[in-house]
Nanobody
Framework: QVQLVESGGGLVQAGGSLRLSCAVS?????????VGWFRQTPGKEREFVGV??????YYVDSVKGRFTISGDNIKNTVYLQMNNLKPEDTAVYYC????????????????????WGQGTQVTVSS
């Protein structure tokens, strides 16, 4: 069983930065998993933010150039560094994991992921 625990959310002013962490446990290594980040606001579906799939990263257009995903294989943790935050980035952020994707664009869909964390709130004030 794989377990994911997010941390690092909080309140920040527009233009500020936060780093979210997703600690992966359960006798496995992030090396063999794709770890994605999604976000959700009330009344809306979970939105794909980005993914670390093997050694590749992909991002939704709205965060390109501002968000960066990286992984630490020793700590078995994946990070989402968020810079130049905007009020529209306010959401609950979730990390999710799945065995490495081999089909293009499978990483975009929340239904493609097997394991999910509990979520962490990010609030960006204007």
């Amino acid at each position: 069983q794989v377990q994911l625990v997010e941390s690092g959310g909080g309140l920040v002013q527009a233009g500020g930065s936060l780093r979210l962490s997703c600690a992966v446990s359960g006798r496995t290594s992030i090396y063999y998993y794709a770890v994605g980040w999604f976000r959700q606001t009330p009344g809306k579906e979970r939105e794909f933010v980005g993914v670390l799939n093997w050694n590749d990263t992909y991002y939704v257009d709205s965060v390109k150039g501002r968000f960066t995903i990286s992984g630490d294989n020793i700590k078995n943790t994946v990070y989402l560094q968020m810079n130049n935050l905007k009020p529209e980035d306010t959401a609950v952020y979730y990390c999710a994991a799945s065995p490495v994707f081999t089909n293009s664009y499978d990483y975009l869909a929340a239904t493609s992921y097997v394991y999910w964390g509990q979520g962490t709130q990010v609030t960006v004030s204007s």
